[in-house]
Protein backbone atom coordinates (compact mmCIF):
# COMPACT_ATOMS: atom_id res chain seq x y z
CA UNK A 1 0.00 0.00 0.00
CA UNK A 2 1.05 3.79 -0.34
CA UNK A 3 2.67 5.03 2.18
CA UNK A 4 0.18 7.10 4.10
CA UNK A 5 -2.00 3.98 4.55
CA UNK A 6 1.45 2.14 5.99
CA UNK A 7 1.84 5.38 8.25
CA UNK A 8 -1.62 4.90 9.65
CA UNK A 9 -1.47 1.33 9.88
CA UNK A 10 2.10 1.60 12.11
CA UNK A 11 0.87 4.08 14.22
CA UNK A 12 -2.82 2.21 14.66
CA UNK A 13 -0.73 -0.67 15.99
CA UNK A 14 1.85 1.57 17.71
CA UNK A 15 -1.67 3.34 19.88
CA UNK A 16 -2.93 -0.48 20.53
CA UNK A 17 0.28 -1.71 21.99
CA UNK A 18 1.74 0.94 23.90
CA UNK A 19 -0.49 4.00 23.85
CA UNK A 20 -2.04 3.82 27.28
CA UNK A 21 1.79 3.66 28.86
CA UNK A 22 2.88 6.41 26.13
CA UNK A 23 0.43 8.23 24.36
CA UNK A 24 0.85 9.96 21.22
CA UNK A 25 4.49 8.32 22.07
CA UNK A 26 3.37 5.18 20.72
CA UNK A 27 1.26 5.73 17.54
CA UNK A 28 4.67 8.13 16.73
CA UNK A 29 7.14 5.35 17.04
CA UNK A 30 4.10 2.76 15.91
CA UNK A 31 4.29 4.62 12.43
CA UNK A 32 8.12 4.68 12.25
CA UNK A 33 7.96 0.85 12.61
CA UNK A 34 5.05 0.94 9.86
CA UNK A 35 7.95 2.68 7.54
CA UNK A 36 10.42 0.74 8.18
CA UNK A 37 9.76 -1.69 5.21
CA UNK A 38 9.93 0.33 2.67
CA UNK A 39 13.23 1.99 3.52
CA UNK A 40 14.27 -0.88 1.19
CA UNK A 41 13.30 1.53 -1.93
CA UNK A 42 16.76 2.72 -1.23
CA UNK A 43 18.53 0.04 -1.49
CA UNK A 44 16.71 -1.71 -4.19
CA UNK A 45 17.69 1.53 -6.73
CA UNK A 46 20.72 0.87 -6.48
CA UNK A 47 20.14 -2.82 -8.57
CA UNK A 48 19.67 -3.59 -12.09
CA UNK A 49 15.91 -1.76 -13.07
CA UNK A 50 14.34 -5.43 -13.01
CA UNK A 51 16.25 -7.07 -10.42
CA UNK A 52 14.79 -4.02 -8.36
CA UNK A 53 11.32 -4.93 -8.86
CA UNK A 54 11.96 -8.29 -6.51
CA UNK A 55 14.55 -6.93 -4.26
CA UNK A 56 11.79 -4.42 -3.07
CA UNK A 57 9.04 -6.15 -1.19
CA UNK A 58 11.60 -8.80 -0.37
CA UNK A 59 13.70 -9.59 2.63
CA UNK A 60 12.29 -6.39 4.60
CA UNK A 61 8.74 -7.77 3.51
CA UNK A 62 9.54 -11.56 5.38
CA UNK A 63 8.16 -12.88 8.26
CA UNK A 64 11.92 -13.32 9.18
CA UNK A 65 12.44 -9.57 8.87
CA UNK A 66 10.47 -8.48 12.16
CA UNK A 67 12.00 -11.52 14.48
CA UNK A 68 15.22 -9.95 13.30
CA UNK A 69 15.33 -6.43 13.40
CA UNK A 70 12.29 -5.97 16.33
CA UNK A 71 14.19 -6.47 18.98
CA UNK A 72 17.22 -4.59 17.51
CA UNK A 73 15.03 -0.90 17.21
CA UNK A 74 13.19 -1.74 20.39
CA UNK A 75 16.38 -1.77 22.56
CA UNK A 76 17.97 1.12 20.76
CA UNK A 77 14.46 3.37 21.74
CA UNK A 78 15.00 1.74 24.92
CA UNK A 79 17.87 3.20 25.49
CA UNK A 80 16.80 6.24 24.09
CA UNK A 81 14.04 6.98 26.44
CA UNK A 82 16.40 5.77 28.91
CA UNK A 83 14.83 2.89 29.92
CA UNK A 84 11.36 4.17 31.21
CA UNK A 85 8.69 2.20 29.18
CA UNK A 86 9.26 -1.70 29.01
CA UNK A 87 11.59 -3.25 26.50
CA UNK A 88 8.97 -5.63 26.04
CA UNK A 89 6.23 -3.28 25.20
CA UNK A 90 9.04 -1.84 22.58
CA UNK A 91 9.41 -5.37 21.12
CA UNK A 92 5.57 -5.54 20.72
CA UNK A 93 5.22 -2.36 19.41
CA UNK A 94 8.01 -2.95 16.44
CA UNK A 95 7.36 -6.35 16.04
CA UNK A 96 3.28 -5.87 15.19
CA UNK A 97 4.47 -2.77 13.97
CA UNK A 98 6.92 -3.92 10.91
CA UNK A 99 4.84 -7.48 10.80
CA UNK A 100 1.75 -6.07 9.50
CA UNK A 101 2.92 -4.06 6.82
CA UNK A 102 4.03 -7.16 4.40
CA UNK A 103 0.35 -9.07 5.91
CA UNK A 104 -1.47 -5.23 4.16
CA UNK A 105 1.08 -5.06 1.34
CA UNK A 106 -0.06 -8.82 0.35
CA UNK A 107 -3.78 -7.62 -0.87
CA UNK A 108 -1.87 -5.78 -3.39
CA UNK A 109 -1.34 -6.84 -6.95
CA UNK A 110 3.02 -6.53 -6.88
CA UNK A 111 3.46 -9.11 -4.44
CA UNK A 112 5.36 -9.15 -1.54
CA UNK A 113 8.11 -12.14 -0.18
CA UNK A 114 6.46 -12.66 2.99
CA UNK A 115 8.50 -16.26 3.01
CA UNK A 116 11.66 -15.25 2.04
CA UNK A 117 13.96 -16.77 0.84
CA UNK A 118 11.97 -18.57 -0.62
CA UNK A 119 11.16 -17.02 -4.31
CA UNK A 120 7.11 -17.36 -4.42
CA UNK A 121 5.65 -13.68 -4.52
CA UNK A 122 1.69 -13.61 -2.33
CA UNK A 123 -0.15 -11.56 -4.36
CA UNK A 124 -3.96 -11.30 -3.67
CA UNK A 125 -4.82 -8.59 -5.71
CA UNK A 126 -7.83 -7.51 -4.24
CA UNK A 127 -6.79 -3.89 -3.02
CA UNK A 128 -5.22 -1.34 -5.29
CA UNK A 129 -1.92 0.40 -3.92
CA UNK A 130 -4.16 3.83 -2.97
CA UNK A 131 -7.68 3.00 -1.88
CA UNK A 132 -9.66 6.02 -0.05
CA UNK A 133 -12.12 4.00 0.95
CA UNK A 134 -9.42 1.62 3.00
CA UNK A 135 -7.11 4.77 4.41
CA UNK A 136 -9.42 7.79 5.16
CA UNK A 137 -11.98 5.94 7.75
CA UNK A 138 -8.47 4.71 9.72
CA UNK A 139 -7.45 7.85 9.43
CA UNK A 140 -9.96 9.61 11.00
CA UNK A 141 -9.90 6.69 13.88
CA UNK A 142 -6.06 7.02 15.18
CA UNK A 143 -6.07 11.09 15.06
CA UNK A 144 -9.42 10.98 17.23
CA UNK A 145 -8.13 8.02 19.43
CA UNK A 146 -4.36 9.87 20.01
CA UNK A 147 -5.58 13.08 20.68
CA UNK A 148 -7.97 11.86 23.66
CA UNK A 149 -6.37 11.35 27.13
CA UNK A 150 -4.14 8.60 27.29
CA UNK A 151 -6.03 7.09 30.01
CA UNK A 152 -9.40 7.67 28.55
CA UNK A 153 -12.03 4.34 28.04
CA UNK A 154 -12.51 5.54 24.39
CA UNK A 155 -9.27 6.13 22.92
CA UNK A 156 -8.59 2.52 22.92
CA UNK A 157 -12.18 1.58 21.46
CA UNK A 158 -11.91 4.24 18.77
CA UNK A 159 -8.45 2.79 17.97
CA UNK A 160 -9.43 -0.83 18.29
CA UNK A 161 -12.66 0.26 16.38
CA UNK A 162 -10.24 1.76 13.05
CA UNK A 163 -8.31 -1.20 13.32
CA UNK A 164 -11.37 -3.53 13.08
CA UNK A 165 -12.88 -1.77 10.29
CA UNK A 166 -9.62 -1.85 7.89
CA UNK A 167 -9.52 -5.71 8.57
CA UNK A 168 -12.79 -6.20 7.40
CA UNK A 169 -12.54 -3.69 4.51
CA UNK A 170 -9.85 -6.32 3.38
CA UNK A 171 -11.73 -9.37 3.57
CA UNK A 172 -14.59 -7.50 2.27
CA UNK A 173 -12.05 -7.05 -1.21
CA UNK A 174 -11.28 -10.71 -1.07
CA UNK A 175 -15.51 -12.02 -0.58
CA UNK A 176 -15.76 -9.58 -4.04
CA UNK A 177 -13.45 -10.22 -5.78
CA UNK A 178 -13.94 -14.13 -5.36
CA UNK A 179 -17.59 -13.24 -6.36
CA UNK A 180 -16.68 -11.97 -9.25
CA UNK A 181 -13.89 -14.78 -10.11
CA UNK A 182 -16.89 -17.61 -9.53
CA UNK A 183 -18.35 -15.69 -13.08
CA UNK A 184 -15.41 -15.00 -14.94
CA UNK A 185 -15.61 -18.11 -17.64
CA UNK A 186 -19.66 -16.70 -18.08
CA UNK A 187 -18.36 -13.21 -18.58
CA UNK A 188 -15.84 -14.04 -21.16
CA UNK A 189 -18.12 -16.33 -22.64
CA UNK A 190 -20.81 -13.57 -23.17
CA UNK A 191 -18.13 -11.64 -25.11
CA UNK A 192 -17.30 -15.18 -27.18
CA UNK A 193 -14.42 -15.22 -25.82
CA UNK A 194 -12.80 -18.66 -24.32
CA UNK A 195 -9.62 -18.25 -22.03
CA UNK A 196 -7.36 -20.45 -20.01
CA UNK A 197 -6.46 -18.75 -17.08
CA UNK A 198 -7.84 -15.93 -16.08
CA UNK A 199 -7.73 -13.29 -12.67
CA UNK A 200 -9.50 -10.69 -10.91
CA UNK A 201 -7.71 -7.31 -9.72
CA UNK A 202 -9.47 -4.11 -7.91
CA UNK A 203 -9.25 -1.14 -9.89
CA UNK A 204 -7.70 1.86 -9.11
CA UNK A 205 -8.82 3.59 -5.57
CA UNK A 206 -11.81 1.62 -5.42
CA UNK A 207 -13.03 -2.29 -4.29
CA UNK A 208 -16.21 -1.73 -6.18
CA UNK A 209 -14.62 -1.64 -9.80
CA UNK A 210 -12.59 -4.98 -11.23
CA UNK A 211 -10.40 -5.76 -14.05
CA UNK A 212 -10.82 -9.39 -15.07
CA UNK A 213 -7.82 -10.21 -17.27
CA UNK A 214 -7.98 -13.47 -19.21
CA UNK A 215 -5.18 -15.64 -21.50
CA UNK A 216 -5.78 -17.68 -24.40
CA UNK A 217 -3.17 -19.51 -26.72
CA UNK A 218 -2.34 -16.08 -28.54
CA UNK A 219 -3.79 -13.32 -26.38
CA UNK A 220 -4.60 -11.19 -23.25
CA UNK A 221 -8.69 -10.02 -22.97
CA UNK A 222 -9.16 -7.64 -20.13
CA UNK A 223 -12.80 -6.58 -19.50
CA UNK A 224 -14.08 -4.94 -16.43
CA UNK A 225 -16.91 -5.22 -13.69
CA UNK A 226 -19.23 -2.75 -11.42
CA UNK A 227 -20.49 -4.50 -8.61
CA UNK A 228 -23.63 -1.94 -9.32
CA UNK A 229 -23.98 -3.14 -12.98
CA UNK A 230 -24.18 -5.54 -15.50
CA UNK A 231 -21.07 -6.79 -17.26
CA UNK A 232 -20.70 -5.48 -20.88
CA UNK A 233 -19.51 -7.91 -23.27
CA UNK A 234 -18.46 -5.42 -25.74
CA UNK A 235 -15.93 -3.50 -23.13
CA UNK A 236 -12.84 -6.10 -24.06
CA UNK A 237 -9.71 -4.93 -24.88
CA UNK A 238 -7.31 -7.60 -26.52
CA UNK A 239 -3.79 -7.67 -26.42
CA UNK A 240 -1.36 -9.86 -28.21
CA UNK A 241 1.09 -11.35 -26.05
CA UNK A 242 4.14 -11.35 -28.71
CA UNK A 243 6.08 -13.53 -25.95
CA UNK A 244 8.82 -15.25 -28.69
CA UNK A 245 9.76 -11.54 -29.08
CA UNK A 246 11.44 -12.00 -25.06
CA UNK A 247 12.25 -15.35 -26.15
CA UNK A 248 14.70 -14.18 -28.83
CA UNK A 249 16.28 -11.62 -27.06
CA UNK A 250 19.68 -12.36 -26.07
CA UNK A 251 21.07 -10.87 -22.72
CA UNK A 252 24.52 -9.70 -21.24
CA UNK A 253 26.77 -12.46 -19.39
CA UNK A 254 25.00 -12.05 -15.75
CA UNK A 255 21.64 -11.15 -16.81
CA UNK A 256 20.66 -14.83 -18.54
CA UNK A 257 17.84 -15.13 -16.03
CA UNK A 258 16.40 -12.06 -16.34
CA UNK A 259 13.23 -13.00 -18.66
CA UNK A 260 12.58 -15.64 -15.58
CA UNK A 261 12.90 -13.14 -13.62
CA UNK A 262 10.43 -11.11 -15.14
CA UNK A 263 8.15 -13.60 -15.85
CA UNK A 264 7.52 -15.10 -11.94
CA UNK A 265 7.52 -11.48 -11.09
CA UNK A 266 4.39 -11.10 -13.55
CA UNK A 267 2.90 -14.23 -12.89
CA UNK A 268 3.03 -14.97 -16.81
CA UNK A 269 0.57 -12.11 -17.45
CA UNK A 270 3.26 -10.31 -19.53
CA UNK A 271 2.69 -8.52 -23.43
CA UNK A 272 5.82 -7.20 -25.48
CA UNK A 273 5.45 -4.68 -28.14
CA UNK A 274 8.36 -3.46 -30.54
CA UNK A 275 9.25 -0.17 -31.22
CA UNK A 276 12.02 0.53 -33.57
CA UNK A 277 15.27 -0.79 -31.02
CA UNK A 278 12.90 -1.44 -28.31
CA UNK A 279 11.33 -4.04 -26.85
CA UNK A 280 7.88 -2.66 -24.25
CA UNK A 281 7.61 -4.99 -21.85
CA UNK A 282 3.98 -4.80 -20.11
CA UNK A 283 3.24 -6.31 -16.99
CA UNK A 284 -0.16 -6.71 -17.28
CA UNK A 285 -1.73 -7.48 -13.56
CA UNK A 286 -1.47 -3.36 -13.55
CA UNK A 287 -3.96 -2.86 -16.37
CA UNK A 288 -3.71 -0.13 -19.02
CA UNK A 289 -4.97 3.37 -18.92
CA UNK A 290 -8.18 2.85 -20.91
CA UNK A 291 -10.77 3.48 -18.15
CA UNK A 292 -8.88 6.22 -16.43
CA UNK A 293 -8.84 8.20 -18.96
CA UNK A 294 -12.00 7.71 -20.51
CA UNK A 295 -9.97 6.10 -23.59
CA UNK A 296 -8.23 8.52 -24.76
CA UNK A 297 -4.91 6.68 -23.55
CA UNK A 298 -4.95 2.39 -23.43
CA UNK A 299 -1.26 2.14 -23.02
CA UNK A 300 -0.57 -0.55 -20.22
CA UNK A 301 0.44 1.33 -16.85
CA UNK A 302 3.57 -0.70 -15.73
CA UNK A 303 6.69 -2.15 -17.28
CA UNK A 304 10.27 -1.90 -18.76
CA UNK A 305 11.60 -0.89 -22.21
CA UNK A 306 14.38 -2.67 -23.44
CA UNK A 307 16.61 -1.25 -25.64
CA UNK A 308 18.19 -3.79 -28.19
CA UNK A 309 21.39 -3.60 -30.18
CA UNK A 310 21.98 -6.30 -32.56
CA UNK A 311 19.32 -8.20 -30.81
CA UNK A 312 20.77 -7.96 -27.15
CA UNK A 313 19.42 -6.18 -24.74
CA UNK A 314 22.05 -3.27 -23.68
CA UNK A 315 20.08 -0.79 -21.82
CA UNK A 316 16.93 -1.82 -19.25
CA UNK A 317 14.50 1.16 -18.43
CA UNK A 318 11.59 1.03 -16.28
CA UNK A 319 8.34 1.89 -18.39
CA UNK A 320 6.91 5.60 -17.67
CA UNK A 321 4.10 6.64 -19.01
CA UNK A 322 4.84 10.25 -19.51
CA UNK A 323 2.06 12.21 -20.48
CA UNK A 324 -0.80 9.80 -19.48
CA UNK A 325 -2.15 11.05 -16.46
CA UNK A 326 -2.70 14.12 -17.83
CA UNK A 327 -5.56 12.73 -19.57
CA UNK A 328 -7.17 11.12 -16.15
CA UNK A 329 -10.80 12.11 -16.41
CA UNK A 330 -11.62 11.16 -12.41
CA UNK A 331 -15.69 12.67 -14.02
CA UNK A 332 -15.92 9.27 -16.64
CA UNK A 333 -14.14 7.02 -14.62
CA UNK A 334 -16.59 7.79 -11.17
CA UNK A 335 -19.65 6.76 -14.01
CA UNK A 336 -17.99 3.35 -14.75
CA UNK A 337 -17.39 2.50 -10.99
CA UNK A 338 -21.29 3.17 -11.09
CA UNK A 339 -22.09 1.44 -13.87
CA UNK A 340 -23.62 5.09 -14.84
CA UNK A 341 -22.62 4.76 -18.52
CA UNK A 342 -24.94 1.66 -18.99
Not at 233 to 238: N, R
Not at 242 to 249: D, G, K, M, R
Request: aromatic residues 18%.
Amino acid sequence: MDSVTQIVLGAAIGEAVGGRKMGAKAALWGAIAGTIPDLDVFISAMYHPIESTLVHRGFSHSLLFPMLFAPLFAWLTYLIYKRKYEYKTWCLLFFWGIITHPLLDIFTNYGTSLFWPFKNRIAFNSVFVIDPLYTIPFMITVLVAISLNKKAKWRSMINWSGIIYSTLYLFWGLLIQQSIKNHTNDYFAQSNIKVNRSEVFAMPLTSFYWMILGEDKQNYYITYKSIFGKYNPKDVETLPKNHELLTNLQWKKGQEDYPELLSRFSKNYYSLQQNEDTCYYYDLRFGTATKLTNGVAKNPIYGFGLIVDNNIVNKTIRFKNKGTFSYVNFGAYWNNIFAKNE
